[in-house]
């Protein structure tokens, strides 16, 4: 979901995005221990955050949901980050870094005086165990339902089955690291902003068995480290994950290399349900929450909360999956389900103000975006007349939505299934509706292809539209199963191509070539719409800048 970004200009797309100033919490406790030097907010007590839903895990290097890394965020450094309120690159655990003229070694100089919550140091060695364990994965860490990241991002691992992005990392000495890569892309080392990519202790990885990653039936068992130990360098250490509560608590990094957090601890209480999360911080169980549902934003506003809105930088999509019904291969039944979602009326009616519909995969802010691609206008008839062209009249199709969850592209999955299935039946289409929470079994199965549709979504990591087309369908063995059809080894091929080409202005005429393909010839899938998620918060909060990538750290936040 995030990423970072260097300031190397020549691959760095334009976002556009403006820096959102610093927002005002609130807070339940006082603190005793007074003031910080800087008179910027009080130092001490506890700031509770409404979680949408539950983390996964707390390795986030096995992540792939929003929830586990916006408690990763307060726990893990990269060795980049972003510029508060931006998608902005920018250092961090790195202080500075710079390519070969072949932009295929990367030289990291690292900061110095740092540890890891078990009192480790971080070191170019550290830098190195991390790269290597990523690409060592064995057995069931290479499968992209548990290292989604690390396939979409630097593809095969050591075993040699795929390419891999990732040749080697030495240790020119103790604060300087040096990457190697097997080829050129625009996306590194933008990627090492992710909370995927954070720096880890080889010691606690080791002592705890990090990569000991089991099958177990259609999911996964993960090891200690993953639930118990998580050890990163960042100003919130691991404290516990009451699963009978539905808490999990951070406490302060007392020995944190930069700017202490002001506050003690931070608590994510998990509240799926969005009016419940609204009356938690009316009631001041919670100090603020994310994405509240557009109907309360005034009321909020006008409750004396802040209601922060970020720009749109996400897509939401209507997911096909080609490999369960053979209907699906087909273009025109695709087309069909183009045209008769009301994907206006849908947007209008269910999502926040400021909320477009999405005629691509990515915004307008990203470098590759171009207006000249297919339109599918709502047209029922024209749904079914394709339908009847396609030989595919009477279709049923096993519509997944989840629940115990809400998303910044997608604030009410319920209500937004709702919409769209009744479009659907308006066509003649008949719906089999399936339901699983997020973390419950929904990605799982989405992943692992047993929808034949789907809601699901987006929010960038980067302004590289690698990181949105690239990510969706730069691997034929996607959840969309476009291997299935003779363009998809095309389409993937296309799109590492246009990674890999160092010219700017060239690389973004590809894009555009091929966001015109995907939409016009291929329509792997259905974009809906770009929407500005929201965060609210306490008045008397301060320290928390909302951020485009769902990035907000809680270190600098305070409570009074």
């Known amino acids: 979901m995030l990423q970072s970004r260097t300031a190397r200009s020549r691959w760095l797309a334009a976002i556009g995005l403006v820096g959102v100033s610093a927002l005002a919490l609130s807070a339940c406790a006082q603190s005793e221990r007074g003031t910080d030097s800087a008179g910027s907010g009080k130092v001490g007590g506890t700031f509770t955050f409404g979680a949408a839903g539950a983390p996964k895990l707390f390795d986030p290097f096995y992540a792939t949901d929003g929830e586990t890394f916006r408690v990763a965020r307060q726990m893990f ?39 890891f919550h078990d009192g480790s140091a971080f070191d170019a060695a550290a830098v190195c165990a991390n790269f290597d364990r990523w690409y060592n994965q064995k057995g069931a860490g290479t499968s992209d339902a548990v290292s989604q990241y690390y396939v979409d991002n630097f593809g095969g691992f050591s075993d040699g089955a795929k390419p891999s992005l990732y040749k080697s ?23 090492l902003g992710l909370p995927s990519f954070s720096m880890q202790s080889p010691t606690a990885l080791k002592q705890y068995d990090a990569d000991n990653v089991q099958a177990q039936g259609d999911s996964f068992v993960f090891p200690a480290y993953a639930t118990d130990h998580p050890t990163g360098t960042g ?54 929450y994310d ?14 909360f802040n209601v922060a809105i970020r720009p749109a930088f996400n897509v939401m999509y209507f997911g096909i999956n080609q490999s369960g019904n053979p209907a ?66 009477g279709l049923t199709l096993k519509f997944y939505w989840p629940s115990e969850v809400t998303r910044p592209y997608m604030p009410s999955p319920k209500d937004i299934y709702g919409a769209i299935a009744a479009d659907l039946e308006k066509a003649g289409i008949k719906v089999e509706a399936i339901t699983k929470p997020w973390n419950g079994g929904y990605l799982t199965d989405v992943d692992q292809k047993v929808p034949d549709v789907f809601l699901l979504g987006w929010t960038g990591d980067t302004g590289s539209a690698d990181n949105w087309i690239g990510t969706f369908f730069g ?81 600098p936040a305070s409570k009074g």
């Open 169 to 191: 990392c030495s240790a020119k000495d103790t604060n300087t690291a040096e990457i190697v890569l097997t080829a050129v892309t625009s996306k590194f080392p933008d990627i």
């Open 77 to 115: 450094e990269g060795l980049t980050t972003f510029k508060p309120g931006t998608a902005e690159p920018a250092p961090e655990l790195a202080e500075s870094w710079s390519p070969s003229t072949d932009g295929l070694t990367w030289t990291f100089k690292l900061k110095q005086n740092v540890k």
């Open 475 to 555: 691997n034929p063995e996607n959840r969309f199963s476009t291997g299935s059809s003779p363009w998809g080894a095309t389409l993937a091929a296309d799109l590492k191509k246009a990674d890999s080409t160092p010219d700017r202005d060239a690389r973004l005429k590809a894009y555009e070539a091929l966001n015109k393909q995907i939409m016009g010839e291929y329509l792997p899938a259905v974009p809906i719409s770009h929407s500005p998620p929201a965060l609210v918060l306490k008045s008397d909060v301060k320290g928390i800048t909302p951020s485009p990538l769902t990035d907000e750290k809680f270190g």
């Open 291 to 304: 994405f509240p549902a557009a109907a309360d934003w005034d009321g909020l506003k006008k409750a004396g």
């Open 328 to 393: 699906l291969k087909d273009l025109k039944v695709r087309q069909a389900l183009a045209h008769a979602i009301n994907r206006e009326q849908l947007v209008k009616s269910q999502l926040p103000e400021g909320a477009k519909v999405a005629d691509e995969f990515i915004p307008e802010t990203v470098g590759g975006y171009t207006k000249d691609v297919t339109k599918y206008p709502y047209d029922v008839e024209k749904a079914k007349a394709l339908l009847t062209e396609a030989g595919a009249t």
């Open 235 to 288: 100003p919130f250490k691991f404290g516990a994950y009451d699963k009978a509560n539905n808490t999990v608590e951070l406490v302060r990094n007392d020995d944190y290399h930069g700017n202490k957090a002001k506050l003690d601890k931070v608590v994510f209480r998990i509240i799926p349900d969005e009016t419940a999360r609204k009356q938690a911080l009316q009631s001041g169980d919670i100090d603020g």
